[in-house]
Every structure is written in structure tokens, then in C-alpha cells.
């Protein structure tokens, strides 16, 4: 795999890509509050618009209608939003569910196409029939009566009764939609690696979860710990370990890749692209994500060997297997090492440490200083309004709160 292009356009981390059924157009979601639709194969952007969020949008779909007419968004702040698109690339937006807290991942229901389910981090997943003016309450995850934030869900590949959740605990949750409730809910299966359940205190939790292409496997990725992969069938323990990438930074993505689901990926807070060879575990490949570090979106084209990336930059990066093969067997080693030892010294999970809320609140009071003081300094215009300021002198700042979100994220 190497560098096939680069498509540039917002002003933010990019933090969600979906190709529609065909593979033909490409939608990214990101933190300047817009969906951008792409004609990837000509490096074209086709259109933008804005999506009606108040937060960074984290996931942005193509509803499986005729026409790719529909696009359905979630947030930061909560909302799940449809945006029904015009010829002209205009979108009407309106808002169908509103989680207490960030809603991370969406996904759409095979045999159902107009069924959505979302999942946040108030720990509930609502059903939502986009024809419908609102969504409903579909279950509520919650272990030893503590709610349980959610980060991913995605619908089994074949068989639309089953969903699988994951978030902030050990456990990918699998769920039969015919029995979802909000209050005591039973769950058809829960994976979890062995070393987990041995009784001793584990502060990993899982970021991404997906099932393979025929939906016999499932893989989850764990904050500050490894990727497992478990067999649908078996939920006694993880038959295959990834280990090299680094998982702390962000809600980070994992996926097969392949016709087959041959090959697992993950992004990295070290900035790479990882590829392991299902079977035997092996790195078998390493890309160069993103500049600015953080790799955390891995969006694998539908019919070709097309692999869409993105994080912490504000372009999206498009790989396939052209060029020659380059023996990267050093930069394995040095990457892996560099990660591991950073795991190892990373004191910011330490329970001593200043969290992500407190962080974030210590930055918006900076942030909020720091503007009073440049309104104080500059003149007022059109007749005594407040200017803005121009985009060039904001472009520092933005910056930096984009950052800080998407890491935060």
C-alpha cells in the first residue's frame, strides 16, 4: 500500500469518512461543522454544506438510498441530524435524536434501510426511523447497575437482528434489536480477552468494535491495551492479539481489511497506519498517517483495495497498492519500540493525573481570557458592532481548541 492522493478542503480534523454502497463518493465529517461529499477518484470535492451541529461532527453516512440523497451526522454535542441533499448540493438539516453527551458512531440496518442506530456516551442507543420525526429509546447499557458510555456500534453484515456495542468497560456487547429495552437489558453475547476477567482491576476499555465481513468475527479495539479478536461464536476468550500500535489519545477506529477480512488495521497516536495479517498477527505494513500524530478514522473502500484515513490532520489520505515494496522492517521496530516504551512511561493515566474535564475546562478559561484581552486591544467596526477578527488571526487558535477536541474526542 502506498500514498495515492490527498483530498483537502476543511479546517479541521477530519473525524468521520464513509464511502456510499457504490464506492463512488466518499462523505468526511470534521470539526469545522461541515459534511464535504467527494468524487475521490477525480480529487474532487463535489460539495459541502453545513450540518447544523454545535459540536465536532464525529460520523457522517450515506443512507443506502437510491441517489446518495441522504446523509445522517452525529456529534459532540449529542445530536444525530439527517441532511436530505438538493442537485444543486444544498442540504435541508434537521435534528432526529439529542443524546446527553457525545454521540460517536452511527450505524444503518441491512434489510432496513431507513433504520438508524446511534450510540452515545449517555450509555443509551436509540432506534431511529428517519421517516419519522424523532428517534426512541432502544436500550440502556449499564454493568453492576453503572451506566456504561458508549463509543461504537455497528449492525451484523447479514443478519440485521444484531447489534454490537462497545465503550467504556471490557466488554463488546452483542444485542438482539427484537429484545432491546431501556431497563434490565440481556445481551445475546459479551467478549472480552481472558486476561480481563481474572479478577484484576483493568482501566482499559474498548474504542472501536466491528464485526468481519461476514459478521463470524469480532474485533475490538482497547484503550491503552492491545486489538483482540474473537470468534462471534466462542465469547469465552480473544483468539488472536495485535500489539505495536498505540491506542491513548482518542477514541480510536480498528478494521478488517480485505475482500476476505484477510488483514486487520488500526490508526496509532504515533501517527501510522498499522496493517497485521489476521492469521498469523504479523505487521505486514506501516503507513505515514498524519503529520500532526493521531491517526483515528479507517474507512475501507467497499469493491476495491481503496483505504480512506484521517485524524488529527484536516486532509484525508487515500492509500492503494501501487509502487514497489519497501522493506520497512527497521521503521517497524523503531515504531513499535518508540510506542511501547511510550506506554510504558505515559503517567497521563496515572489516577494522580489532571483529566480530560479538567483540562478542557482550564482551556476554555484561557481561551475565554485570551479573546477579552484581543477585543480590548482592537477597535470596534461597522458602527460599534464586534468584529470577529479576520481568519488569519484566528487561525492559531481554532487550531489549537481543534487539537485539544480531537484529542480530547
Given at each position: 500500500?502506498?500514498?495515492?492522493?490527498?483530498?483537502?478542503?476543511?479546517?479541521?480534523?477530519?473525524?468521520?469518512?464513509?464511502?456510499?454502497?457504490?464506492?463512488?463518493?466518499?462523505?468526511?465529517?470534521?470539526?469545522?461543522?461541515?459534511?464535504?461529499?467527494?468524487?475521490?477518484?477525480?480529487?474532487?470535492?463535489?460539495?459541502?454544506?453545513?450540518?447544523?451541529?454545535?459540536?465536532?461532527?464525529?460520523?457522517?453516512?450515506?443512507?443506502?438510498?437510491?441517489?446518495?440523497?441522504?446523509?445522517?451526522?452525529?456529534?459532540?454535542?449529542?445530536?444525530?441530524?439527517?441532511?436530505?441533499?438538493?442537485?444543486?448540493?444544498?442540504?435541508?438539516?434537521?435534528?432526529?435524536?439529542?443524546?446527553?453527551?457525545?454521540?460517536?458512531?452511527?450505524?444503518?440496518?441491512?434489510?432496513?434501510?431507513?433504520?438508524?442506530?446511534?450510540?452515545?456516551?449517555?450509555?443509551?442507543?436509540?432506534?431511529?426511523?428517519?421517516?419519522?420525526?424523532?428517534?426512541?429509546?432502544?436500550?440502556?447499557?449499564?454493568?453492576?447497575?453503572?451506566?456504561?458510555?458508549?463509543?461504537?456500534?455497528?449492525?451484523?453484515?447479514?443478519?440485521?437482528?444484531?447489534?454490537?456495542?462497545?465503550?467504556?468497560?471490557?466488554?463488546?456487547?452483542?444485542?438482539?434489536?427484537?429484545?432491546?429495552?431501556?431497563?434490565?437489558?440481556?445481551?445475546?453475547?459479551?467478549?472480552?480477552?481472558?486476561?480481563?476477567n481474572s479478577g484484576t482491576e483493568t482501566r482499559a476499555h474498548?474504542?472501536?468494535?466491528?464485526?468481519?465481513?461476514?459478521?463470524?468475527?469480532?474485533?475490538?479495539?482497547?484503550?491503552?491495551?492491545?486489538?483482540?479478536?474473537?470468534?462471534?461464536?466462542?465469547?469465552?476468550?480473544?483468539?488472536?492479539?495485535?500489539?505495536?500500535?498505540?491506542?491513548?489519545?482518542?477514541?480510536?477506529?480498528?478494521?478488517?481489511?480485505?475482500?476476505?477480512?484477510?488483514?486487520?488495521?488500526?490508526?496509532?497516536?504515533?501517527?501510522?497506519?498499522?496493517?497485521?495479517?489476521?492469521?498469523?498477527?504479523?505487521?505486514?505494513?506501516?503507513?505515514?498517517?498524519?503529520?500532526?500524530?493521531?491517526?483515528?478514522?479507517?474507512?475501507?473502500?467497499?469493491?476495491?483495495?481503496?483505504?480512506?484515513?484521517?485524524?488529527?490532520?484536516?486532509?484525508?489520505?487515500?492509500?492503494?497498492?501501487?509502487?514497489?515494496?519497501?522493506?520497512?522492517?527497521?521503521?517497524?521496530?523503531?515504531?513499535?519500540?518508540?510506542?511501547?516504551?511510550?506506554?510504558?512511561?505515559?503517567?497521563?493515566?496515572?489516577?494522580?493525573?489532571?483529566?480530560?474535564?479538567?483540562?478542557?475546562?482550564?482551556?476554555?478559561?484561557?481561551?475565554?481570557?485570551?479573546?477579552?484581552?484581543?477585543?480590548?486591544?482592537?477597535?470596534?467596526?461597522?458602527?460599534?458592532?464586534?468584529?470577529?477578527?479576520?481568519?488569519?488571526?484566528?487561525?492559531?487558535?481554532?487550531?489549537?481548541?481543534?487539537?485539544?477536541?480531537?484529542?480530547?474526542?
Amino acid at each position: 500500500m502506498d500514498s495515492l492522493s490527498s483530498l483537502e478542503f476543511h479546517n479541521g480534523c477530519v473525524n468521520g469518512l464513509h464511502f456510499n454502497q457504490s464506492g463512488t463518493r466518499l462523505a468526511s465529517g470534521s470539526d469545522d461543522l461541515k459534511v464535504a461529499v467527494w468524487d475521490w477518484a477525480a480529487k474532487k470535492m463535489l460539495f459541502s454544506f453545513p450540518t447544523g451541529h454545535k459540536g465536532n461532527v464525529f460520523q457522517a453516512k450515506f443512507l443506502p438510498f437510491n441517489g446518495d440523497t441522504h446523509i445522517i451526522t452525529s456529534a459532540r454535542d449529542g445530536q444525530v441530524r439527517l441532511a436530505e441533499l438538493c442537485p444543486s448540493g444544498a442540504a435541508k438539516t434537521r435534528r432526529l435524536v439529542q443524546h446527553r453527551g457525545p454521540c460517536h458512531k452511527l450505524t444503518s440496518v441491512v434489510s432496513q434501510p431507513h433504520l438508524v442506530l446511534s450510540a452515545g456516551e449517555d450509555a443509551f442507543v436509540y432506534e431511529i426511523d428517519v421517516r419519522e420525526r424523532k428517534g426512541r429509546k432502544a436500550c440502556l447499557v449499564k454493568e453492576d447497575g453503572s451506566k456504561v458510555p458508549l463509543y461504537s456500534i455497528q449492525g451484523h453484515p447479514l443478519d440485521s437482528n444484531y447489534v454490537l456495542l462497545g465503550g467504556c468497560d471490557q466488554y463488546a456487547r452483542v444485542c438482539d434489536r427484537r429484545s432491546m429495552r431501556v431497563g434490565s437489558q440481556e445481551y445475546v453475547a459479551r467478549y472480552c480477552p481472558s486476561s480481563f476477567n481474572s479478577g484484576t482491576e483493568t482501566r482499559a476499555h474498548i474504542t472501536s468494535c466491528v464485526y468481519s465481513n461476514n459478521g463470524t468475527e469480532i474485533l475490538a479495539s482497547y484503550n491503552d491495551d492491545d486489538i483482540y479478536l474473537f470468534d462471534s461464536s466462542n465469547s469465552e476468550a480473544a483468539s488472536h492479539q495485535y500489539v505495536g500500535a498505540r491506542n491513548s489519545a482518542t477514541v480510536k477506529g480498528v478494521n478488517f481489511f480485505g475482500p476476505n477480512s484477510e488483514y486487520i488495521i488500526s490508526g496509532s497516536d504515533c501517527g501510522h497506519v498499522f496493517f497485521w495479517d489476521k492469521e498469523t498477527e504479523a505487521i505486514v505494513n506501516i503507513l505515514p498517517g498524519d503529520i500532526n500524530g493521531v491517526v483515528n478514522v479507517l474507512e475501507p473502500h467497499p469493491s476495491f483495495p481503496i483505504l480512506a484515513t484521517s485524524g488529527l490532520d484536516d486532509d484525508i489520505k487515500l492509500w492503494a497498492p501501487i509502487g514497489r515494496e519497501n522493506d520497512k522492517t527497521q521503521l517497524i521496530k523503531e515504531v513499535i519500540g518508540s510506542n511501547f516504551d511510550e506506554r510504558e512511561n505515559d503517567g497521563s493515566r496515572a489516577a494522580d493525573s489532571i483529566d480530560g474535564e479538567l483540562l478542557w475546562m482550564l482551556w476554555r478559561h484561557l481561551n475565554r481570557t485570551e479573546r477579552r484581552r484581543r477585543f480590548n486591544d482592537s477597535a470596534t467596526v461597522d458602527n460599534g458592532e464586534e468584529s470577529d477578527g479576520s481568519e488569519e488571526n484566528n487561525r492559531d487558535e481554532d487550531t489549537a481548541r481543534r487539537r485539544m477536541e480531537c484529542r480530547m474526542a
